[in-house]
């Protein structure tokens, strides 16, 4: 028998506040993330989970607390996002470019992410976490409200068997992706967005979306 893992990215946040930076491990989610949280909430409404995880980043938890307000979220720092460097230290003719094509086609285990952590060692942390969670026998249904590039390696791994990045795996803010696990893996949905299931808004990535947001500061 195949278990089921609902995986979800957190709802919309905003990096940028009256022009300045904000620490993206302290980011609320906005009122339009919240709505689309309460989105996915009823989609999933009437489902028995056992278990919820997030990486313990607020936005995350926040997101676990909409959707699955019975629960107590259970932290799992490993399934943090990738961990951006210094923007200052991309040269200015680059940061377009380090911005848009982050999670373009196959991406090296040792490219980085906005100039910080390498996408082998995102594996590293990410694919230990999930191996553990398998091994547990205390759950049939998971909720697991993550991040974009930490979603984009488990669906990697689970559609190709091993490390390869798959970066055109787009995650929308408060997406919802459904994978079965038991000998091999089944992946039965990707990137449902309940609050727009056609994908009216726009054609741009979220990474498009946050250069334009830079650039605006």
């Known amino acids: ?3 089921r893992l609902y995986l979800m ?4 946040v905003s990096y940028f506040d009256r022009g300045r930076p904000v620490r993206p491990d302290e980011v609320p989610l906005t009122v339009a993330g919240r709505d689309q949280a309460y989105a996915a909430a ?3 409404r009437g489902i028995d989970f056992d278990r919820v995880i997030t990486s313990g980043l607020p936005r ?7 959707v699955a307000p019975d629960l107590e979220p259970e932290a799992w ?4 996002e990738l961990e951006t460097g210094r923007l200052e230290d991309i040269p200015e003719d680059e940061l377009e470019r380090a911005f848009t094509h982050a999670f373009r086609d196959v991406i090296p285990e040792d490219a980085r992410f906005l100039a910080g952590e390498t996408i082998g060692s995102l594996f590293d942390r990410v ?10 026998d205390d759950w049939d249904i998971v909720l697991a409200v993550l991040h974009g590039g930490v979603n984009r390696a488990i669906l990697s791994r689970a559609l190709t068997g091993g490390r390869t990045f798959l970066g055109n795996l787009e995650q929308s803010p408060a997406c919802v992706n459904v994978l079965d696990v ?6 039965r949905a990707v990137n449902v967005t309940p609050y727009d299931l ?3 808004a726009g054609r741009s990535t979220t990474m498009e979306e946050l250069w334009q947001q830079f650039r605006s500061t």
Request: no cysteine; hydrophobic share 50%.
């Open 42 to 44: 009823a989609m999933l």
């Open 77 to 80: 720092p490993h399934l943090r």
């Open 60 to 66: 995350t938890e926040e997101t676990a607390r909409i």
């Open 198 to 200: 056609a994908h009216l």
């Open 1 to 3: 028998m195949r278990r």
């Open 182 to 187: 038991g000998d091999d893996w089944i992946v």
């Open 127 to 136: 694919l230990p976490a999930v191996d553990r969670l398998l091994a547990a």
């Open 9 to 12: 990215r957190h709802g919309a």
